[in-house]
Each structure stands twice: as C-alpha cells, then as structure tokens.
C-alpha cells in the first residue's frame, strides 16, 4: 500500500476507495487488521507502529531507498537494508541482533 487507511476501519482493505489507499497520510489507530507497511510520509529512517511500517525514506529527494525485512510469521519487520542511488549500501540494520544485544547489555 502507498498511503494508509482513516475512515471505516471495519472494511477490508479491498474495499477501500483507491484515492484513500494511495494518498491518505495516517493509519487509523482503530485500524484492527493485517500491519500496512507502507510509504506517502517520509521518515527519516524506518519506524514501526502498533498497526503500521513507515519505508518511505524519501528516495525521490535523494535520500536513501529501503526495503523492510518481515518475519514471515509475525509480520513485523526484524531489520532492513537501505541503499544510495550510487548502489551504496550504507545501513543494514538487523532489529532482532539488536534487541538480543541491548537485552545482554541490561543484564
């Protein structure tokens, strides 16, 4: 999905108007189905909400392009990689190897 879901969060998302898909800002906090990952609002790097993923990292003005690592199961996203429109590849965050590491750090 492009953008995000605001308005009858009780739809399933192929019920939702196309305009709503591809330009609506925000995920509804009530939105009660599958995680969207997402792009429409440039972040600095990628972020993950209760019921959302944020990658757009603003490629198109010259930033870095990023692809989310999902777990297949849980759907959340457990690292990614972000590249330069060299084909640098500049940052590869595994977010699973980093909670672990924080964890044996506060113990």
Known sequence: ???GIAKDVHL?????DLDELLWTYDVSAEWP???IVRG?????????????IDLDTGCC???RLTAGILDDESGLMVGYIQAT?????P????LSLNKNKNRKAMK
């Open 1 to 3: 999905m492009h953008a």
């Open 12 to 16: 399933p998302v192929e019920q939702h």
């Open 33 to 35: 189905g599958k995680t």
């Open 40 to 52: 429409h609002q440039v972040v600095r790097n990628p972020r993950q909400h209760h019921n959302q």
């Open 61 to 63: 003005f010259g930033r």
């Open 85 to 89: 429109f060299d084909g640098e590849i």
């Open 91 to 94: 940052n590869f965050s595994n």
